[in-house]
C-alpha cells in the first residue's frame, strides 16, 4: 500500500518513461562530467566467508570505464565488469562472475563509489571475496577520499527516472519502486516481524549526507542465522564487531557462553534493545540504513548514476538485482530510441564505399556496407541499400524478399569493424572474427527497398583486441534488429611464398 501510494502520487501525465540524458548545468546542479580517483589507494581485511586476508586496491580509469574488479591473484588477472547481468549469487551478499573468475561480497564497495559520486574506476582484488573490514562502507570512503577525486572531460550520463518503474515478489511482499525526481532519493522500509526488530525506516535525499548517515552503518545479523553459518562453516571472517547480532529470541547465559566462545569472545550478554553488547547502535535505525546502503551498491550495476527516488520495501540482494535487471532493460532500450541516427542522403558520408573497403577485408558479394555517415571513439554508424539485385533473394524467399536476419547482424558487424579498425596500423591487412553473439532480437523484417542504418555502439573499450559492441538496426525509426556482438581483431597472415 506504501508503494501505491507513492506510485499515484507521481504517476502524473507529464510523464513518458525513463531515458538517460546528458543533463545541462542550468537543469541539474549535480555533477555534470565523470570522474575517477587522482591515485591508488588500498585497504586491507579478511574475507567474511573464507576468513582469507585479502587487499584492495583502487585504481584511476578512464572516461567510460565504469566500475571492473581484477583478480590479480589469478592468471592472466582476468576483469570482472560491474554488471548486474554478470551477477550469480544474491545469498548473503552480491557475487559477480565472468568467466571463471568471481568476486562476492561487492556491494558495500559499489556503494561507497557510488556515494562519492566516482565513477570510473579499476579495483583490485587479490582474492574471492571483498574483505568485509567492519561490516559498513565507511573504510572504502575514507580509502577514497585519500585517493582523491578527479574530474574528467567526458560529460556524465544519467539514468534519468520519468515514470514509475516497479518490482514486486509477492512470496516475500518485497517492492522497489522508481519515481520521477530532481536528485537521487532514496526510502527503505524494513520489517522483519520479530519482537526486537520489526518495521523500521531510512531516508537519503541526495548524497551529500551519504558519509554521515549511510556509510558508518553496519550489516545486522540474527543469532538464528548466526549459527546456521557457523555450523556450515561460513562466515570464517566474521567478527562481532562487524555485525550487528540481534537476539530474536529468549537466550539463557549458558548458551550465549558458548555462543561467545564461537566467536572467540570472553562473555556476551544481550542489552535491553535485543542486540548483543558487542556493539553499540550508531543510529537507532541502523539496520535499515544499513539496507539502503546495500541498495544503492546492488543498483550500482546498472552502469549510469541515478536521477530518481527510489522506494524500497523489505529489500535485499535478490529482490534489488532483480529491480536493477529491470532498470538496465528500460536504460537499453531507451537510449537505443534516443539515440536514432538521423540519415541525409545529400550528406557527405564520413566514408564511401571505395574507403569503406580500404578498411574492411570484405568484397562483393558480401560487403553488406555501403558508406559510413557517423564516427567517434566510440560509436559508429553505417548505410546498407537494401536492393532486389542481390542473389539471395532468388531464395529468401522466392515471391516475397526478405533481408535475411543473420546477414542483418553480418552488417551490424562489419559497421563495427570500421570503428574497430579506424585507426590500426597497415590498413587493409587486419580481419575481424566473431567470438559471441548474444541478446539477439530481430523486431520487424527488411525487404528491398529499404534503407538499414547500422549503428554500433562500444559497451566498454577495446582491450587486447577484444570488441565488445552494442548494434541497433534501424530502418526509419523503427529498431528492426538488435544484439550484442564481440569480436577480435587479428592481423591477417599471409600464405608462405605469397607476393607482397
Avoid at 555534470?32 to 586496491?57: D, E, F, N
Avoid at 562476492?104 to 573490514?133: F, K, R, W
Avoid at 577520499?145 to 534519468?160: D, I, N, P, T
Avoid at 537476539?247 to 557462553?257: F, I, T
Wanted: hydrophobic share 40%.
Amino acid at each position: 500500500m506504501f508503494l501505491r501510494q507513492l506510485e499515484q502520487e507521481h504517476n502524473k501525465p507529464r510523464h513518458f518513461g525513463c531515458s538517460i540524458v546528458l543533463l545541462p548545468l542550468e537543469s541539474f546542479l549535480g555533477f555534470m562530467k565523470q570522474s575517477t580517483i587522482q591515485r591508488p589507494a588500498s585497504v586491507h581485511g579478511v574475507g567474511l566467508h573464507t576468513g582469507k586476508a585479502v587487499t584492495l586496491t583502487f585504481k584511476p580509469a578512464d572516461a567510460n570505464h565504469g566500475f571492473r574488479f581484477q583478480r590479480i591473484d589469478l592468471p592472466e588477472q582476468p576483469i570482472i565488469p560491474a554488471d548486474v547481468k554478470l551477477v550469480i549469487s544474491t545469498n548473503r551478499g552480491t557475487t559477480l562472475k565472468n568467466g571463471e573468475a568471481q568476486v562476492s561480497t561487492v556491494e558495500h564497495v559499489l556503494s561507497a563509489l557510488t556515494g562519492l559520486h566516482i565513477d570510473n574506476v579499476i579495483i583490485e582484488v587479490d582474492g574471492p571475496e571483498m574483505p568485509i573490514m567492519d561490516g559498513t562502507s565507511m573504510p572504502f570512503v575514507e580509502a577514497l577520499l585519500q585517493a582523491g577525486r578527479s574530474e574528467l572531460e567526458a560529460e556524465r550520463e544519467y539514468f534519468v527516472v520519468t515514470e514509475p518503474i516497479s518490482y514486486r515478489d509477492e512470496v516475500t511482499g518485497t517492492e522497489l519502486l522508481a519515481l520521477p525526481a530532481d536528485d537521487f532519493e532514496a526510502t527503505v522500509m524494513i520489517d522483519f516481524n520479530s519482537r526486537v526488530l520489526g518495521q523500521q525506516f531510512a531516508s537519503l535525499h541526495g548524497m551529500d549526507n551519504y558519509i554521515t548517515e549511510i556509510a558508518p552503518c553496519r550489516t545486522f545479523v540474527f543469532v538464528h542465522e548466526l549459527e546456521k553459518l557457523l555450523e556450515i562453516g561460513l562466515i570464517k571472517g566474521g567478527d562481532m564487531d562487524n555485525a550487528i547480532v540481534i537476539a530474536d529470541r529468549r537466550m539463557e547465559q549458558e548458551e550465549l557462553d558458548a555462543l561467545a566462545k564461537k566467536m572467540g569472545k570472553s562473555s556476551i550478554n544481550v542489552d535491553a534493545e535485543g542486540v548483543l553488547n558487542t556493539v553499540k547502535l550508531h543510529f537507532q535505525n541502523e539496520p535499515a540504513r544499513h539496507k539502503l546502503l546495500d541498495v544503492i551498491g546492488d543498483l550500482a550495476l546498472i552502469g549510469k548514476p541515478i536521477r530518481g527516488k527510489i522506494v524500497a520495501t523489505k529489500p535485499g540482494h535478490t529482490a534489488n538485482v532483480e529491480f536493477a535487471k529491470i532498470l538496465k532493460k528500460h536504460y537499453i532500450e531507451k537510449r537505443r530510441l534516443l539515440g536514432i541516427p538521423k540519415y541525409d542522403p545529400e550528406k557527405e558520408p564520413v566514408y564511401d564505399v571505395n574507403a569503406v573497403m580500404e578498411l574492411l577485408p570484405h568484397r562483393l558479394p558480401f560487403l553488406m556496407v555501403d558508406k559510413i555517415i557517423e564516427i567517434s571513439d566510440t560509436h559508429v554508424v553505417g548505410v546498407k541499400n537494401i536492393t532486389l539485385n542481390e542473389a539471395f533473394f532468388q531464395g529468401h524467399f522466392p515471391g516475397n524478399p526478405v533481408f535475411p536476419g543473420v546477414l542483418q547482424v553480418e552488417a551490424l558487424a562489419q559497421t563495427g569493424g570500421i570503428l574497430a579498425l579506424q585507426n590500426v596500423p597497415d590498413k587493409g591487412n587486419w580481419d575481424t572474427y566473431f567470438l559471441k553473439i548474444d541478446n539477439t532480437k530481430f523486431k520487424a523484417k527488411v525487404v528491398p527497398g529499404d534503407t538499414l542504418i547500422l549503428k554500433m555502439e562500444l559497451i566498454e573499450p577495446i582491450r587486447r583486441g577484444i570488441v565488445h559492441m552494442q548494434g541497433t538496426a534501424y530502418v526509419g525509426n523503427k529498431i528492426v534488429s538488435e544484439g550484442e556482438l564481440t569480436a577480435q581483431i587479428v592481423r591477417r597472415v599471409k600464405e608462405s611464398g605469397a607476393e607482397g
